[in-house]
Protein backbone atom coordinates (compact mmCIF):
# COMPACT_ATOMS: atom_id res chain seq x y z
CA UNK A 1 0.00 0.00 0.00
CA UNK A 2 1.41 3.42 -0.59
CA UNK A 3 1.30 5.62 1.72
CA UNK A 4 0.12 9.35 0.52
CA UNK A 5 2.25 12.20 2.17
CA UNK A 6 0.19 14.89 3.85
CA UNK A 7 1.62 18.56 3.54
CA UNK A 8 -0.20 21.32 5.63
CA UNK A 9 0.63 24.93 5.54
CA UNK A 10 -0.75 26.77 8.30
CA UNK A 11 -0.85 30.68 8.69
CA UNK A 12 -2.02 32.36 11.36
CA UNK A 13 -4.21 35.56 11.08
CA UNK A 14 -4.86 38.02 14.15
CA UNK A 15 -8.07 39.71 13.45
CA UNK A 16 -8.61 42.97 15.26
CA UNK A 17 -12.35 43.34 16.53
CA UNK A 18 -12.84 46.46 18.90
CA UNK A 19 -15.42 49.32 19.96
CA UNK A 20 -13.11 51.73 20.21
CA UNK A 21 -15.69 54.55 20.28
CA UNK A 22 -13.36 58.25 20.41
CA UNK A 23 -9.97 56.91 21.34
CA UNK A 24 -8.06 59.32 19.27
CA UNK A 25 -6.96 61.44 22.70
CA UNK A 26 -3.15 61.87 23.41
CA UNK A 27 -4.67 60.76 27.51
CA UNK A 28 -5.11 56.84 25.66
CA UNK A 29 -8.50 54.68 24.99
CA UNK A 30 -10.88 55.66 26.69
CA UNK A 31 -11.95 54.06 30.08
CA UNK A 32 -15.10 51.43 29.09
CA UNK A 33 -13.92 50.46 25.95
CA UNK A 34 -14.06 47.01 25.07
CA UNK A 35 -10.85 45.32 23.28
CA UNK A 36 -11.49 41.81 21.93
CA UNK A 37 -9.01 40.16 19.74
CA UNK A 38 -9.90 36.85 17.65
CA UNK A 39 -7.34 34.43 16.38
CA UNK A 40 -8.00 32.45 12.85
CA UNK A 41 -5.99 29.64 11.87
CA UNK A 42 -6.07 28.60 7.90
CA UNK A 43 -4.80 25.58 6.43
CA UNK A 44 -4.73 23.26 3.88
CA UNK A 45 -4.30 19.80 3.30
CA UNK A 46 -2.46 18.30 -0.11
CA UNK A 47 -3.34 21.62 -1.49
CA UNK A 48 -6.58 21.33 -0.47
CA UNK A 49 -7.91 24.73 1.57
CA UNK A 50 -9.58 23.22 4.40
CA UNK A 51 -12.30 25.41 6.52
CA UNK A 52 -10.95 28.32 8.67
CA UNK A 53 -10.88 27.47 12.71
CA UNK A 54 -10.97 30.51 14.52
CA UNK A 55 -10.48 30.83 18.57
CA UNK A 56 -12.70 32.20 20.88
CA UNK A 57 -12.90 35.75 21.31
CA UNK A 58 -10.55 37.52 23.99
CA UNK A 59 -11.69 40.97 25.47
CA UNK A 60 -11.40 42.67 28.14
CA UNK A 61 -12.77 46.54 29.05
CA UNK A 62 -10.10 49.27 29.66
CA UNK A 63 -10.13 50.73 33.28
CA UNK A 64 -9.92 54.21 34.20
CA UNK A 65 -7.05 56.16 34.18
CA UNK A 66 -6.85 59.02 36.50
CA UNK A 67 -4.33 61.58 35.90
CA UNK A 68 -4.51 65.38 35.64
CA UNK A 69 -2.46 68.57 35.51
CA UNK A 70 -2.76 71.56 37.32
CA UNK A 71 -0.34 74.98 36.78
CA UNK A 72 -0.03 78.50 37.82
CA UNK A 73 -0.11 80.31 34.63
CA UNK A 74 1.85 83.38 35.18
CA UNK A 75 5.56 83.10 35.67
CA UNK A 76 5.94 85.96 38.09
CA UNK A 77 4.21 86.65 41.42
CA UNK A 78 0.86 88.62 41.56
CA UNK A 79 0.92 92.18 42.56
CA UNK A 80 -0.99 93.41 44.99
CA UNK A 81 -1.47 96.27 47.45
CA UNK A 82 -1.81 96.36 51.56
CA UNK A 83 -5.53 96.01 51.78
CA UNK A 84 -6.72 95.18 48.50
CA UNK A 85 -9.87 92.56 48.23
CA UNK A 86 -10.55 89.77 45.67
CA UNK A 87 -6.78 89.97 43.79
CA UNK A 88 -7.14 87.31 41.47
CA UNK A 89 -4.18 84.51 40.70
CA UNK A 90 -4.83 82.30 37.44
CA UNK A 91 -4.17 78.44 37.44
CA UNK A 92 -4.80 75.99 34.27
CA UNK A 93 -6.20 72.58 34.80
CA UNK A 94 -5.94 69.96 32.29
CA UNK A 95 -7.51 66.28 32.55
CA UNK A 96 -4.31 63.94 31.17
CA UNK A 97 -6.52 60.43 32.19
CA UNK A 98 -8.85 58.86 30.08
CA UNK A 99 -11.93 59.52 30.41
CA UNK A 100 -14.47 62.42 31.93
CA UNK A 101 -13.93 63.53 35.00
CA UNK A 102 -15.35 66.17 37.86
CA UNK A 103 -13.10 68.13 39.63
CA UNK A 104 -13.49 70.14 43.59
CA UNK A 105 -10.92 72.35 44.65
CA UNK A 106 -9.23 74.14 47.57
CA UNK A 107 -7.08 76.81 48.41
CA UNK A 108 -4.89 77.63 51.17
CA UNK A 109 -1.85 80.08 52.55
CA UNK A 110 1.30 78.33 52.15
CA UNK A 111 5.03 78.61 53.81
CA UNK A 112 8.16 78.46 52.19
CA UNK A 113 10.08 80.68 49.22
CA UNK A 114 8.44 81.04 45.94
CA UNK A 115 9.44 83.05 43.13
CA UNK A 116 12.69 84.07 45.62
CA UNK A 117 10.37 85.65 48.06
CA UNK A 118 9.71 84.29 51.23
CA UNK A 119 5.93 83.64 52.46
CA UNK A 120 5.44 86.39 55.26
CA UNK A 121 2.19 87.25 55.68
CA UNK A 122 -1.22 85.42 56.05
CA UNK A 123 -3.67 86.07 53.14
CA UNK A 124 -7.64 86.04 53.59
CA UNK A 125 -10.62 85.01 52.60
CA UNK A 126 -9.45 82.97 49.71
CA UNK A 127 -12.47 81.29 47.65
CA UNK A 128 -11.98 79.35 44.05
CA UNK A 129 -13.64 80.49 40.86
CA UNK A 130 -13.91 78.26 37.96
CA UNK A 131 -13.61 79.97 34.47
CA UNK A 132 -15.95 80.00 31.89
CA UNK A 133 -13.59 81.10 29.46
CA UNK A 134 -12.88 78.91 26.46
CA UNK A 135 -9.36 76.57 27.66
CA UNK A 136 -7.53 74.98 24.62
CA UNK A 137 -4.08 73.19 26.34
CA UNK A 138 -1.81 74.58 23.86
CA UNK A 139 -2.67 78.10 24.33
CA UNK A 140 -0.38 80.51 26.61
CA UNK A 141 -3.18 83.51 27.39
CA UNK A 142 -4.85 83.75 30.28
CA UNK A 143 -8.28 85.16 30.58
CA UNK A 144 -9.19 87.50 33.09
CA UNK A 145 -11.45 87.03 35.55
CA UNK A 146 -15.09 87.85 34.71
CA UNK A 147 -17.29 87.78 37.58
CA UNK A 148 -18.05 83.88 37.06
CA UNK A 149 -19.59 82.43 40.75
CA UNK A 150 -18.92 78.74 39.79
CA UNK A 151 -16.75 76.75 42.58
CA UNK A 152 -16.36 73.04 40.84
CA UNK A 153 -15.83 71.37 37.74
CA UNK A 154 -18.64 68.69 37.29
CA UNK A 155 -17.22 67.59 34.29
CA UNK A 156 -14.27 67.96 32.14
CA UNK A 157 -13.36 65.74 29.14
CA UNK A 158 -10.62 63.61 28.79
CA UNK A 159 -7.74 66.28 27.23
CA UNK A 160 -9.30 69.22 28.07
CA UNK A 161 -8.41 71.76 29.89
CA UNK A 162 -10.15 74.92 32.19
CA UNK A 163 -9.01 78.18 33.84
CA UNK A 164 -9.55 78.25 37.55
CA UNK A 165 -9.15 81.43 39.58
CA UNK A 166 -8.22 82.03 43.45
CA UNK A 167 -9.46 85.21 44.92
CA UNK A 168 -7.53 86.31 48.29
CA UNK A 169 -7.40 89.58 50.44
CA UNK A 170 -4.32 91.30 51.58
CA UNK A 171 -4.38 92.56 54.89
CA UNK A 172 -3.75 96.17 55.73
CA UNK A 173 -0.63 95.78 57.35
CA UNK A 174 1.16 93.92 54.63
CA UNK A 175 5.06 95.07 54.40
CA UNK A 176 5.87 96.93 51.29
CA UNK A 177 7.91 94.09 49.40
CA UNK A 178 6.87 90.92 50.97
CA UNK A 179 5.14 87.92 49.58
CA UNK A 180 2.35 85.56 50.65
CA UNK A 181 2.15 81.98 48.93
CA UNK A 182 -1.26 80.47 47.80
CA UNK A 183 -2.02 76.81 46.79
CA UNK A 184 -4.52 75.37 44.80
CA UNK A 185 -5.68 71.75 44.79
CA UNK A 186 -7.49 70.14 42.15
CA UNK A 187 -9.01 66.88 43.76
CA UNK A 188 -10.71 64.24 41.15
CA UNK A 189 -13.67 63.36 41.49
CA UNK A 190 -16.84 61.22 39.76
CA UNK A 191 -18.09 63.06 37.09
CA UNK A 192 -21.09 65.10 37.04
CA UNK A 193 -22.24 63.47 40.48
CA UNK A 194 -18.28 64.74 42.07
CA UNK A 195 -18.75 61.41 44.38
CA UNK A 196 -15.28 60.35 45.78
CA UNK A 197 -13.11 58.21 43.82
CA UNK A 198 -10.38 57.44 46.40
CA UNK A 199 -12.72 54.00 48.01
CA UNK A 200 -12.86 52.53 44.64
CA UNK A 201 -9.25 53.29 43.70
CA UNK A 202 -8.24 51.34 46.65
CA UNK A 203 -10.45 48.72 46.58
CA UNK A 204 -8.91 48.04 43.03
CA UNK A 205 -5.45 47.72 44.39
CA UNK A 206 -6.50 44.92 46.38
CA UNK A 207 -7.57 42.73 43.89
CA UNK A 208 -6.89 41.08 40.51
CA UNK A 209 -7.58 42.92 37.53
CA UNK A 210 -11.42 42.19 36.77
CA UNK A 211 -11.56 41.63 32.75
CA UNK A 212 -15.13 42.42 32.58
CA UNK A 213 -15.27 46.00 34.84
CA UNK A 214 -13.70 49.38 34.57
CA UNK A 215 -11.43 49.48 37.99
CA UNK A 216 -10.37 52.97 38.81
CA UNK A 217 -6.55 53.31 38.80
CA UNK A 218 -4.88 56.48 40.15
CA UNK A 219 -1.81 57.40 37.90
CA UNK A 220 -0.44 61.33 38.86
CA UNK A 221 3.08 61.16 39.89
CA UNK A 222 4.84 62.43 42.30
CA UNK A 223 6.73 65.48 40.58
CA UNK A 224 7.17 68.60 41.89
CA UNK A 225 6.23 67.57 45.15
CA UNK A 226 2.86 65.72 44.83
CA UNK A 227 1.94 63.14 46.44
CA UNK A 228 1.65 60.29 43.94
CA UNK A 229 -1.40 58.32 43.05
CA UNK A 230 -4.03 59.88 44.95
CA UNK A 231 -6.20 61.64 42.18
CA UNK A 232 -5.02 65.19 43.82
CA UNK A 233 -2.62 67.92 41.97
CA UNK A 234 -1.87 71.45 43.67
CA UNK A 235 0.17 74.34 41.81
CA UNK A 236 1.25 77.34 43.60
CA UNK A 237 1.26 81.22 42.81
CA UNK A 238 2.30 84.48 45.28
CA UNK A 239 0.87 87.84 46.40
CA UNK A 240 3.53 89.94 46.29
CA UNK A 241 3.06 93.20 48.05
CA UNK A 242 3.82 96.49 45.87
CA UNK A 243 2.35 99.24 47.78
CA UNK A 244 3.76 102.27 48.40
CA UNK A 245 6.04 103.30 51.30
CA UNK A 246 4.99 106.77 53.11
CA UNK A 247 7.03 108.36 55.80
CA UNK A 248 6.26 111.75 57.22
CA UNK A 249 9.03 114.37 58.84
CA UNK A 250 7.40 117.41 60.84
CA UNK A 251 10.22 120.54 61.89
CA UNK A 252 9.38 123.68 63.99
CA UNK A 253 11.31 126.26 63.50
CA UNK A 254 10.76 130.07 65.41
CA UNK A 255 11.07 132.85 62.60
CA UNK A 256 10.22 135.83 64.34
CA UNK A 257 9.18 137.07 67.98
CA UNK A 258 8.61 140.78 69.31
CA UNK A 259 12.03 141.29 71.18
CA UNK A 260 14.53 140.71 68.55
CA UNK A 261 15.36 140.38 64.84
CA UNK A 262 17.91 137.86 65.07
CA UNK A 263 18.02 134.70 66.99
CA UNK A 264 14.64 134.78 67.70
CA UNK A 265 12.78 132.57 70.39
CA UNK A 266 9.56 130.81 71.04
CA UNK A 267 8.12 133.22 73.34
CA UNK A 268 4.42 134.53 73.34
CA UNK A 269 3.65 136.56 70.27
CA UNK A 270 6.23 134.86 68.67
CA UNK A 271 5.55 133.08 65.18
CA UNK A 272 7.01 129.83 64.50
CA UNK A 273 6.45 127.81 60.96
CA UNK A 274 5.99 124.17 60.78
CA UNK A 275 7.33 122.07 57.79
CA UNK A 276 6.00 118.78 57.12
CA UNK A 277 7.25 116.55 54.43
CA UNK A 278 5.79 113.65 52.96
CA UNK A 279 7.99 111.18 51.24
CA UNK A 280 7.03 107.94 49.05
CA UNK A 281 9.60 105.38 48.59
CA UNK A 282 7.51 102.37 47.78
CA UNK A 283 6.93 100.30 45.03
CA UNK A 284 3.95 102.09 44.03
CA UNK A 285 2.58 105.29 43.98
CA UNK A 286 0.00 106.81 46.82
CA UNK A 287 -3.74 108.08 45.70
CA UNK A 288 -6.07 110.34 47.73
CA UNK A 289 -3.13 111.43 49.99
CA UNK A 290 -4.20 114.59 52.34
CA UNK A 291 -2.33 115.71 55.05
CA UNK A 292 -3.95 116.52 58.45
CA UNK A 293 -2.45 118.40 61.40
CA UNK A 294 -4.18 119.98 64.20
CA UNK A 295 -3.13 123.36 65.66
CA UNK A 296 -0.85 123.22 68.71
CA UNK A 297 -2.81 124.02 72.14
CA UNK A 298 -1.70 127.37 73.28
CA UNK A 299 -0.97 128.73 69.27
CA UNK A 300 -2.99 130.51 66.76
CA UNK A 301 -3.11 130.18 63.32
CA UNK A 302 -1.41 132.19 61.16
CA UNK A 303 -4.11 133.07 58.14
CA UNK A 304 -2.27 132.80 54.49
CA UNK A 305 0.57 131.06 55.81
CA UNK A 306 0.04 127.41 54.47
CA UNK A 307 2.09 126.51 50.97
CA UNK A 308 2.04 122.74 49.44
CA UNK A 309 4.80 122.55 47.53
CA UNK A 310 5.91 125.95 47.50
CA UNK A 311 2.27 126.53 46.25
CA UNK A 312 -0.06 128.52 48.70
CA UNK A 313 -3.33 126.82 49.90
CA UNK A 314 -6.48 128.40 50.83
CA UNK A 315 -7.38 129.37 54.22
CA UNK A 316 -10.20 127.43 56.08
CA UNK A 317 -13.80 129.57 56.10
CA UNK A 318 -13.77 132.69 58.03
CA UNK A 319 -10.21 131.98 59.14
CA UNK A 320 -9.39 135.58 60.76
CA UNK A 321 -12.62 135.58 62.93
CA UNK A 322 -12.59 131.84 64.19
CA UNK A 323 -8.98 130.26 63.84
CA UNK A 324 -9.07 126.81 62.77
CA UNK A 325 -8.59 123.86 65.39
CA UNK A 326 -7.13 121.49 62.22
CA UNK A 327 -5.94 121.74 58.66
CA UNK A 328 -5.73 119.80 55.90
CA UNK A 329 -3.52 119.85 52.43
CA UNK A 330 -4.58 117.51 49.74
CA UNK A 331 -1.55 115.92 48.27
CA UNK A 332 -4.03 113.86 45.68
CA UNK A 333 -1.33 111.39 44.10
CA UNK A 334 1.92 111.00 45.60
CA UNK A 335 4.73 109.50 42.61
CA UNK A 336 7.01 106.84 44.19
CA UNK A 337 10.06 107.44 41.71
CA UNK A 338 11.10 111.10 40.23
CA UNK A 339 10.47 114.44 41.77
CA UNK A 340 6.52 113.68 42.27
CA UNK A 341 7.33 111.84 45.25
CA UNK A 342 8.11 113.88 48.13
CA UNK A 343 4.95 116.68 49.22
CA UNK A 344 5.75 119.67 51.30
CA UNK A 345 3.16 121.14 53.48
CA UNK A 346 4.21 124.65 55.27
CA UNK A 347 1.88 126.97 57.91
CA UNK A 348 2.73 129.23 60.96
CA UNK A 349 1.15 129.64 64.15
CA UNK A 350 1.76 132.63 66.68
CA UNK A 351 2.32 131.45 70.25
CA UNK A 352 -0.66 132.92 72.82
Known amino acids: MKTMSLKRTVGLL??????????AHAAGTDAGVTISNTASVNYTVGGVPQ????SPAAQFVVDRKIDLNLIETNTAPTNTTP????VVTAFKLTNTGNGAQGYEFTADNTGGTLFGNADAFQIANQVVRVSSAACVPATTTTPAYAGETATTVPTLAEDA???VFVLADSPLTAANATAANVRLTAITRVAT????LDADAAAALLVADDPNSVQIVFADSATGGQTARDGDAFADDQYYIVGPALAATKVAAVQTDTLQPTNPKPIPGATVQYTITLTNSGAAPADLVAIGDSIPANTTFVCGSMTLNGNPVADPPNCATTPPASLTATVGTLSNVGPGNVATFVFRVTIN
Request: charged residues 10%; glycine residues 8%.
Open 14 to 23: VAMSAAWGSM
Open 51 to 54: TQVD
Open 161 to 163: CVY
Open 193 to 196: SLAD
Open 83 to 86: GATA
